[in-house]
């Protein structure tokens, strides 16, 4: 869940603030989607791109994850 929020409010972070009533709503989860749609079709490219290193490679998935508001975590500690 906690990826979920993470992307969840980078997504919101983009979009435009309004507020209107009593009309207000927000489909999240479609919002969720999209992004997670599109860091996928980036991170494939990525992966069938031989022109990269293994290193590489991954640095690139970890900056498409910090895009949508993740992080590599522990992991990324290089």
Do not use: W
């Not at 990826?3 to 997504?11: D, F, H, N, W």
């Not at 997670?36 to 992966?47: E, F, G, H, P, V």
């Not at 490679?57 to 900056?63: A, D, G, K, P």
């Amino acid at each position: 869940m906690e990826l979920y929020k993470e992307i969840l409010a980078q997504a919101l972070a983009k979009k435009e603030a309004q507020v209107t009533f009593p009309d207000l709503t927000l489909d999240a989860n479609k919002l969720v989607e999209q992004e997670c749609y599109q860091a996928l079709q980036k991170i494939k490219a990525i992966i069938e791109d031989d022109s990269l290193s293994d290193f590489m490679c991954t640095e690139e998935i970890v900056r498409v994850l910090e895009a949508i508001g993740s992080d590599g975590g522990s992991r990324h500690d290089f």
